[in-house]
């Protein structure tokens, strides 16, 4: 906020890493540093639990169009990560896998759903109604899911919802499941590169992970995955291992 008010050319964040790296090092082995990255990646990146900033941190900067540099405190001499508004993609689609967990799942199934207008509106109102928040709404033509923290929940809101949900919208079958991991692949460049879809789902499959939920956002930036939470690390390390491979920096 600071950098945005005297309209500063650079805003330096110092911590106690060299870099932002494109995974969590707590869960792959040494993983690559990302030289350059926008805004968008590092806001996305920052929501899938990338703890360098809160996903609300970097928007004074963004409106005001400032370079923002991650730098470690105990090595200044390392050029970091520079946070800016475009960069090039041609080196790898992907800049960084993020994962998070503690969501839940409540499932809507209603015949015809699709052709009846409103329902999703009403549904909403419900969740709204008990004062929570969404993450992601996955739908079909007969079903729909409702992806939230898990920590809003209590076992009486649970049972207030399922039942109105039930009674109020008519739904043939309403449950929620629970532990869920959202595993997210960011990077500009996907929205211009065939196949990263299939690379991912690919990845997956070989580490015998079970896809519950996908979601891709309109602007192509982000590709969300739902998973059970005991296979998050397994799953973060194969993705990371098909997009980054043996690379040393991500210098985009």
């Keep these: 906020i600071l950098a945005a008010g005297v ?10 890493v060299d870099s932002v ?13 990302i030289k350059k990255m926008t805004y968008r990646e590092m806001r996305e990146l920052s929501y899938a639990g990338f703890s360098v900033f809160h996903d609300e941190a970097l928007i004074p900067a963004f409106r005001k169009g400032i370079p923002v540099c991650v730098k470690n405190t105990n090595n200044p001499s390392s050029s970091g990560t520079m946070i800016i508004a475009e960069r090039e993609y041609f080196l790898n689609p992907v800049i960084g896998i993020a994962a998070d967990e503690g969501f839940s799942t409540i499932y809507v199934r209603k ?6 207008v409103g329902f999703g509106r009403r549904l909403l109102q419900i969740i709204e109604d008990e004062g929570l928040s969404y993450e992601h709404i996955p739908s079909g033509i007969d079903d729909t899911s409702v992806i939230l923290r898990q920590c809003q929940l209590t076992p009486e809101i649970e049972e207030r919802i399922v039942e109105r949900i039930r009674v109020e919208l008519g739904a043939d079958d309403v449950y929620i499941e629970k532990d869920f991991a959202m595993i997210m692949i960011v990077g500009e460049g996907m929205h211009n590169t065939v196949g990263v879809s299939a690379r991912m789902t690919a990845a997956l499959a070989r580490a015998n992970v079970n896809i519950e939920m996908i979601n891709q956002g309109s602007s192509e930036v982000s590709l969300v995955i739902g998973i059970h939470e005991k296979d998050t690390d397994r799953a973060v390390r194969e993705l990371y291992a098909e997009f980054f491979g043996a690379a040393v920096e991500v210098v985009q």
């Design 111 to 116: 015949y015809l759903m699709n052709r009846e």
């Design 7 to 16: 309209e500063a050319d650079l805003y330096e964040n110092f911590t106690d």
């Design 21 to 33: 790296f494109a995974a969590n090092p707590n869960v792959v082995s040494e993983p690559v540093k």
